[in-house]
């Protein structure tokens, strides 16, 4: 009987030997690498993170956080490491999501046929 502990176990080992993890390993020891870099994505995050919770709370941004959050997002999508970061990313997360899709196909087929007697 095929332990499923052990399969899972299996996929992570292999999604870390995966091109694609590797890419975003070496994009994000890149990025963190540039101090330019580092500190534009740090603020975008905190500043990001600032208005998410602003907004979970019913609080609205002010047009002055709005504009300064706009001018870091200008500032990164002008940075190299940081674009090289986003696309490396971007290819890790369709690789995940590929893999979501043949992972819950049995319970998609599952629901598919008993869900809606």
């Known amino acids: 009987m095929t332990n499923i502990y052990d399969k899972a176990n299996e996929f992570e080992r292999a999604l870390r030997e ?3 993890y ?3 390993i070496s994009a994000s020891e890149a990025l963190y690498a540039d101090a330019e870099a580092k500190e534009l ?3 975008f995050v905190a500043t990001q993170k600032k208005l998410m919770e602003g907004a979970q709370t019913g609080e609205q941004p002010s047009e002055e ?3 300064s959050f706009e001018e870091i997002q200008q ?4 940075n190299t490491k940081f674009l090289e970061f986003v696309q490396v990313q971007q290819k890790l997360q369709f690789l995940i999501e590929d893999l979501n899709k043949i992972m819950y196909k049995p319970l998609d087929e599952l629901f598919e046929k008993y869900g809606n007697q």
């Not at 500032?75 to 002008?78: I, S």
């Open 41 to 43: 994505y740090t603020e």
């Open 18 to 20: 995966s091109e694609e």
């Open 75 to 78: 500032k990164l999508m002008g």
């Open 22 to 24: 590797k890419a975003s």
């Open 65 to 67: 956080e709005l504009k």
